[in-house]
């Protein structure tokens, strides 16, 4: 009996063995439903191909006895459509390994797709704060950037998007200068086309910096309201007067460019909600982001997690419109064995990312701009850890709260130092050569 982690396999070697069939019936699409099972999507216009219904009977007949439960009977597996074209413009998919016009199309239950990359934004450089888990210091870590980034004379702008966790904002601004309204609020209106009523009243300025500019978009607004009912309904996609369909993560795309244009910032900086899920998937693959920062500390848990979404990027194709993105952060460096602790880091970031990102290096070749690949050692590569240090005293979520006389500037560079350097470069192009 098969099972769904069976059913592109099975089908690969379907279409391998019926490439005779399968070349009369190109393009077409693969279509797996909520339930995980399967369809063939194909264009009318095959049927005048000679031979085009014995084609369409030996795949559907294959497909209902290798896939099982996971394929519909041969006479209802297939489906003819006028203009297939329109269904992979309106639908995120990825080509079936190297089989030639073959397109698999996931319906799930949520709309996000980590397998549907935006292309980088071309405006401020966008930085996405992101873990596999929470509690690894990640909010922190974006607070003292932003402190440290104004504090070098640059416009920040910071969004608060771990909607059903938030708190990032409290680190940065205190309760009497919150906005009013905050990014679910936005989200909510957007629906009823009342946006404009909320968004000149969500952004605040933060007095951190002495040097820059901080503009934080919170979650929710000083005063939460009905949270959980907005909270409920933020996901939900919109549809417009002319019956135009906008998913969620494509209005939150557009209620960041429009805080671009109004804010005019140098860098954004994103806080994900932790996890892979919707919201993960939104800030990671569907805001444009310039760098992607995958914050590790060293167990199972965080190095299963990311195999799993790199594995996800190479089976779907979508590896190589990502990978240049991505850049590993060793979060909470213990103060103890810190040598040993960080070489062992390195080496499970560097095991994963070789496994299912680098490109492969032929025998007495080395990499080159052809080949996207790094030695373990290579301290430019995006396997090796961004380095944070873990500090008992260091209660980062009060320490950077309201007033620039709280903050310890020298402690903040013990503990934070290497990774903002390592930011700052990026943000003002040095650091982003590896991208180009």
């Given amino acids: 009996m098969t099972t769904f982690d069976q059913v592109l396999p099975i089908l690969l070697n379907i279409f391998r063995e019926k ?235 557009r209620l960041l460019e429009k805080l671009e244009v109004r804010w005019q910032p140098d860098v954004i900086l994103i806080d994900s909600r932790a996890g892979i899920d919707e919201v993960g998937a939104a800030c990671v693959t569907g805001l444009g982001a310039s760098l992607v920062l995958l914050f590790a500390i060293e167990g199972e848990q965080t190095w299963s997690g990311y195999q799993m979404l790199f594995r996800h990027w190479l089976n779907t194709g979508v590896a190589k419109d990502i990978r240049e993105r991505l850049q590993t952060v060793g979060a909470m460096i213990p103060e103890t064995d810190r040598v040993e602790y960080f070489d062992g880091l390195r080496e499970r970031a560097w095991n994963i990312f070789a496994e299912e990102l680098y490109d492969e290096v032929p025998p007495g070749e080395i990499a080159n701009e052809n080949i996207w690949s790094f030695d373990e050692s290579d301290e430019s590569a995006p396997h090796s850890p961004w380095p944070i240090q873990w500090h008992r005293g260091f209660a980062a979520l009060r320490s950077l709260h309201s007033r620039l006389e709280s903050i310890d500037p020298s402690e903040v560079r013990n503990i934070f130092g290497p990774f903002i350097n390592h930011l700052s470069d990026f943000v003002d192009g040095a650091g982003g050569a590896r991208h180009e």
Avoid: C
């Fill in 19 to 253: 490439s005779e069939a399968r070349l009369k019936l190109v393009p077409f699409i693969i279509n797996r439903d909520l339930n995980g099972r399967v369809r063939l999507i194909v264009n009318e216009a095959a049927l005048d191909t000679p031979g085009a219904a014995s084609a369409v009977a030996e795949l559907t007949e294959e497909m209902e006895t290798k896939l099982g439960p996971h394929s519909f009977p041969a006479s209802r597996a297939i489906i003819f459509e006028p203009n297939i074209n329109s269904i992979l413009a309106g639908n995120a998919g990825f080509p079936l390994k190297d089989i030639e016009g073959v397109t698999v199309v996931d319906r799930l239950a949520t709309e996000e797709n980590w397998a549907s990359i935006k292309k980088e934004s071309p405006g401020a450089p966008r930085i996405v704060f992101f873990s596999i888990k929470g509690g690894v210091g990640r909010s922190t870590a974006l607070a003292a950037s932003a402190w440290a980034l104004a504090e070098q004379g640059k416009r920040v702008l910071v969004l608060d998007l771990d909607l059903e966790s938030p708190g990032l904002s409290t680190s940065i601004l205190p309760d009497d200068r919150r906005p009013t309204y905050g990014i679910a609020d936005w989200l909510v209106e957007d629906l009823v086309l009342n946006d404009d009523t909320v968004f000149n009243d969500m952004v605040a300025s933060s007095q951190l910096s002495h040097n820059g500019e901080i503009y934080v978009v919170p979650a929710h607004g000083r005063d939460p309201g009905e949270y959980l009912a907005k909270l409920g309904r933020v996901w939900m996609p919109k549809t417009a007067p002319d019956g135009i369909r906008e998913p969620w993560a494509r209005r939150l795309q």
